[in-house]
């Protein structure tokens, strides 16, 4: 079956800084899907990649998708405090939107 | 912007009594998923809802588990028999299509005593 493994688990970074996260997947890659989810809250959806070298940017973050490698980035420039929460990503394993996910990176930025 | 929106927010039961949990979809979304995450663990998929039938299901979704549209806006999940590994959140999910982001509501979290 399919895995998605995120690294890294944790980031603590200081405001202003830039950081990335990577999220590798056991499989091929139909779509890939980055979502920001807080302590206990539900998950916010951020940005889909469905080709290979597709790259999307909203704001201050941007994501890539590299089929052949079967990974995806999401980078965050001037990170600031309002960035923290846990970064998942989800990948569409070709069926009826099942989605299965990493474990999630937890962000954390001081100020 | 329009939110999917789940209730209640918090469900304590007692273990071996039915729970249901509510989900209003976005309006135009065709499409409809459970997910649950366990305290510390994934988000794992339960199943997905199409034309008013299940399209898949995981392995998670056995016969104690069940999932209606009773109306033209609500989703719900049912659990028959609760156990004490049934406790986790609950999020409801749904998408205009099938391979569109899924916009998820806040959850629900269930308490299993």
């Known amino acids: 079956s399919q895995e998605l493994e995120q690294s890294p688990q944790s980031l603590i970074v200081q405001e202003g800084k830039n950081l990335t996260i990577n999220c590798t997947s056991s499989?091929?890659?139909?779509?890939l899907y980055w979502y920001k989810q807080k302590y206990g809250e539900g998950l916010i959806f951020l940005m889909m990649?469905?080709?290979?070298?597709e790259e999307k940017s909203h704001e201050k973050i941007t994501a890539k998708l590299d089929e052949k490698k079967q990974q995806s980035s999401l980078h965050i420039t001037a990170s600031q405090p309002s960035h923290a929460g846990i970064y998942l990503c989800?990948?569409?394993?070709?069926?009826?939107?099942?989605?299965?996910f990493g474990k999630g990176t937890k962000l954390s930025v001081k100020p | 912007e329009p939110e999917v929106t789940q209730t209640p927010s918090h469900q304590v039961t007692q273990m071996g009594q039915e729970v249901i949990l509510r989900c209003v979809p976005i309006?135009?979304?065709?499409?409809f998923y459970w997910y649950r995450q366990i305290l510390g663990q994934k988000v794992e998929f339960l199943v997905s809802?199409?034309?008013?039938?299940?399209?898949?299901k995981s392995e998670i979704f056995d016969d104690q588990f069940s999932v209606e549209r009773p109306d033209g806006s609500n989703f719900t999940l049912k659990i028959r028999s609760t156990k004490l590994e049934d406790s986790a959140m609950y999020f409801c999910?749904?998408?205009?299509?099938?391979?569109?982001?899924?916009?998820f509501g806040d959850g629900t979290r269930l308490s299993i005593l």
């Open positions: 999910a749904s998408s205009i299509q099938s391979n569109q982001p899924q916009h």
């Open positions: 499989k091929t890659l139909y779509g």
């Open positions: 990649l469905q080709k290979g070298g």
């Open positions: 989800g990948a569409d394993r070709g069926s009826q939107g099942n989605l299965i």
């Open positions: 309006s135009n979304h065709l499409y």
């Open positions: 809802f199409y034309n008013n039938e299940i399209s898949e």
